[in-house]
T-cell receptor, first 114, second 113 residues
Framework: DAGVTQSPTHLIKTRGQHVTLRCSPI?????VSWYQQVLGQGPQFIFQ???????GRGNFPDRFSARQFPNYSSELNVNALLLGDSALYLC?????????????FGPGTRLLVL | GDSVTQMEGPVTLSEEAFLTINCTYT??????LFWYVQYPGEGLQLLLK?????DKGSNKGFEATYRKETTSFHLEKGSVQVSDSAVYFC????????????FGKGTTLSVSS
């Protein structure tokens, strides 16, 4: 079975632009989470979706938004990009969301904002 | 709030040496604990996990025991290999509104032959 897939793998944008990142979960997984990993740091939680509803949100500004589609794939949108948004964006999927489940990560999208 | 603290790196070892990476946590509920590994240029892979106190997670020669009394989940391996060189992240998950993983800052391990 395919793992979590993300697209694109790399992206270069300029300040003020908008970006959309995409994620396809492992088949059968209904929960998708997004994380931001700045160079040299651990991943920071942005959003979690389960059954197409937002179930958790991290401490990120409203410029960040996301949604989950009926096939459980997900998009992360970032508006008005800042230099500080440059990071590796990771998507993770899981079967459930009971706190004990394993989250499986994709390879990430590396975003560079110039 | 909930948090994870890992020992600062980098950790540099010779092949076949013993590895310990310390991890302690603060959590208001009863967290599940995880170790993830990140190889250069890749995403995170689950290494092992433990979901309740005194559980021991193990995988590929790595072990960690969930110690509630010391709020710790230290990662150990008896004999490291060059292929173990990577960044290791300790994380916790508490089931509240959503089940976000909270990560430590990561510990870089470099193993030389």
């Amino acid at each position: 079975d395919a793992g979590v897939t993300q697209s694109p793998t790399h992206l270069i944008k300029t300040r003020g632009q908008h970006v959309t990142l995409r994620c396809s979960p492992i088949s059968g997984h209904k929960s998708v989470s997004w994380y931001q990993q700045v160079l040299g740091q651990g991943p920071q939680f942005i959003f979690q979706y389960y059954e197409k509803e937002e179930r958790g949100r991290g401490n990120f500004p409203d410029r960040f938004s996301a949604r989950q589609f009926p096939n459980y794939s997900s998009e992360l949108n970032v508006n008005a990009l800042l230099l500080g948004d440059s990071a590796l964006y990771l998507c993770a999927s899981s079967l459930a969301m009971d706190g004990k489940e394993t989250q499986y990560f994709g390879p990430g999208t590396r975003l560079l904002v110039l | 709030g909930d948090s994870v603290t890992q020992m600062e790196g980098p950790v540099t070892l010779s092949e076949e040496a013993f590895l310990t990476i310390n991890c302690t946590y603060t959590a208001t509920g009863y967290p599940s604990l995880f170790w993830y590994v990140q190889y250069p240029g890749e995403g995170l892979q689950l290494l092992l996990k433990a979901t309740k106190a005194d559980d021991k997670g193990s995988n590929k020669g790595f072990e960690a025991t969930y110690r509630k009394e010391t709020t710790s989940f230290h990662l150990e391996k008896g004999s490291v290999q060059v292929s173990d060189s990577a960044v290791y992240f300790c994380a916790l998950s508490v089931s509240q509104a959503g089940t976000a993983l909270i990560f430590g800052k990561g510990t870089t391990l470099s193993v030389s032959s």
